[in-house]
C-alpha cells in the first residue's frame, strides 16, 4: 500500500511539473519551393522565410515571377543559407514587413532592385565579400534613405542623395553602381575618379541637365542606358582602352554634336546614339581596317 501511495505521488509531482513547464510549438510551413539549381526556400507561420542551399538564385525578369512574391507580406525575416552566392533581381522587393537583413558571408553579388521598396528595412548588414550591387538594389529603403549624400558599400557607390549641381566622387570608389545618379535632374558636372573602373547601367539615366563627364581611363564599357536621356550633355571624353558601348548607352543626348572613338573600340550598341539629334561628327582614333572590324548593332543613325 505504501508503494502504490509513493508511486501516486511521484505521478502527481510529476504531472504538476508538466503543468508548469511551457509547451513550445513548432513552426508551421506556410509555403515552399526550389529558387535554384541547388536551393530551396520554406516558409513557416512565424513569418521566416529560409533559404537553404548552394549557389545562385534563379533569375526573375519581375517580381510577380518570384514565387514567394504573392506572400511577400508574411515576411518578416529571413535566414541565408552561408554558402549562398548570388542574390538575384526583384527576390525581395516589396517585403514591406521586412526590418532587418543579414547578408550571407558567401554572397559576392546582389542584383538589381533586389530589396527595392522594402518599405521598413532599416538594418542591412553586407559583408565585404559582396563586389557587386546593381541598380536600385535598396532603393527606397529607410536603410538607404538614412545613409547620407553619398550610399557606399565596399567601395561601391550604390546611390548619390544630395541635391549639389557640381559633384566630386569620393576618391577611392571602385564601381559606380547602376542607377547611382538616375534622375538626379540638379547635376550639371561630375568629378570621377581614376580608381573608378566599372559604371553601371543608368548610372546618369535622365540627368537633364548633365553637361559634360570624362570617363576615366580604366573603364572599358559604357553600359547600357548609362547617359541615355542626359539631354544637355554636350561633351564627353571616352578613354582609349574603352572596348564597348552598349545599348542606348547615350540616347537622346540632344545636344551632343561631337564623339571621339577610341582605337580600342569593338562593339557599338544597338541605338548607342539614337535620338541624338545634333551629333554631326564621329572620329574614330584608329585605323581604317580597325575601323572596319567594329560591331555596330542596327539601329544606329
Known amino acids: 500500500m505504501k508503494r502504490i501511495n509513493r508511486w501516486l505521488s511521484l ?28 536551393l530551396t526556400w520554406t516558409l513557416t507561420d512565424d513569418g521566416v522565410l529560409s533559404v537553404v542551399g548552394t549557389g545562385k538564385m534563379y533569375f526573375w525578369a519581375k517580381n510577380s515571377y518570384v514565387p514567394w512574391h504573392h506572400e511577400r507580406d508574411k515576411i518578416l525575416s529571413i535566414t541565408f543559407d552561408p554558402r549562398i552566392t548570388e542574390i538575384t533581381g526583384f527576390a525581395f522587393e516589396e517585403c514591406h514587413n521586412l526590418t532587418s537583413v543579414v547578408i550571407p558571408v558567401g554572397v559576392t553579388t546582389i542584383r538589381d532592385v533586389a530589396f527595392s521598396n522594402c518599405s521598413n528595412l532599416v538594418n542591412i548588414t553586407i559583408p565585404d565579400g559582396v563586389t557587386s550591387i546593381k541598380t536600385l538594389a535598396f532603393e527606397g529603403t529607410p536603410w538607404q534613405k538614412n545613409q547620407g549624400d553619398f550610399v557606399t558599400i565596399n567601395g561601391i557607390l550604390l546611390r548619390y542623395q544630395g541635391t549639389a549641381t557640381d559633384v566630386t566622387i569620393p576618391n577611392g570608389i ?128
Open 11 to 38: 505521478m502527481l509531482v510529476y504531472c504538476m511539473l508538466l503543468a508548469v513547464v511551457p509547451v513550445t510549438a513548432s513552426a508551421t510551413t506556410v509555403a515552399k519551393g526550389k529558387c535554384g539549381d541547388n
Open 174 to 301: 571602385t564601381k559606380i553602381c547602376g542607377g547611382a545618379f538616375y534622375k538626379c535632374t540638379q547635376l550639371s558636372n561630375v568629378i570621377i575618379p581614376d580608381s573608378v573602373t566599372e559604371i553601371g547601367s543608368n548610372a546618369f539615366d535622365y540627368c537633364t541637365n548633365l553637361s559634360s563627364v570624362i570617363i576615366p581611363e580604366k573603364v572599358t564599357k559604357i553600359e547600357a542606358w548609362t547617359f541615355r536621356h542626359c539631354s544637355n550633355l554636350s561633351n564627353v571624353y571616352i578613354p582609349n582602352g574603352l572596348s564597348d558601348i552598349e545599348l542606348s548607352a547615350f540616347e537622346g543626348c540632344t545636344r551632343l554634336n561631337n564623339v571621339n572613338l577610341p582605337e580600342t573600340l569593338t562593339t557599338i550598341g544597338r541605338d548607342a546614339f539614337s535620338d541624338c539629334n545634333n551629333l554631326t561628327d564621329i572620329y574614330y582614333l584608329g585605323s581604317k581596317s580597325q575601323c572596319d572590324q567594329i560591331k555596330v548593332y542596327k539601329p544606329n543613325n
